[in-house]
C-alpha cells in the first residue's frame, strides 16, 4: 500500500461523523444516509483502497449484477402499507398472538404460577392474556405487573423453550 493511501486512511479514522459526510460525498459523489462513524471509516476506506489498487474484476463485477437485483433491495423499510399487506405504525410492535410462539398454550388455557406466597392464574386470550380482572397485551405485562420489575414473561411463567 502507497504512503499517500495509508496517510489517508490514517486521517478518516480521525474524522469527525460531519467530515466523514462531507468526504463520502466527494468521494461517492452522493449524500451519506448514515451517520454512523465506523460505517462511514470502512466505507470510504473500501473506496479509496480500491481507486488505489484496483476494485473488482470485471468478471466478478458481471456475476455481483448477476446475483444482485437492486430493485429488490431496500435500504429503509417502507413507511405505509404494501402490497403484502397493512404495516403498523412505525416504533409499535403487536402483541405475539397464540399462533405465532409455540410457547404460548391455546387459547383458553389457563397458566398457573405459585408467587410469594399467591396463585397467580393467566388466561390465554385470542389477543393476549387476562389476570385478575386486567388485559394485558403480554406475558412479560403480566409479570410486569405482579412484581414491578421488567421479566420476561416466558421466563417468569416458566414457559421459556417449551414447545
Known sequence: MKNNLRRELAAIERMTVGELQQRHEEVFGERARSRHKQYLVRRIAWRLQADAEGGLSERARRRAEELANIADVRVTPPRSGSANGPTRPAGKTAAPTPLSDRRIPP??????????????????????????????????????????????GFRFFGLEGKP
Open 107 to 152: 387459547v383458553g388455557a389457563t397458566i398457573v404460577r405459585p408467587y410469594k406466597g399467591q396463585t397467580l392464574t393467566v388466561t390465554v386470550l385470542a389477543n393476549g392474556f387476562e389476570h385478575q380482572g386486567q388485559r394485558y397485551a403480554s406475558l412479560s405485562a403480566v409479570a410486569k405487573a405482579v412484581t414491578g420489575s421488567h421479566l420476561s
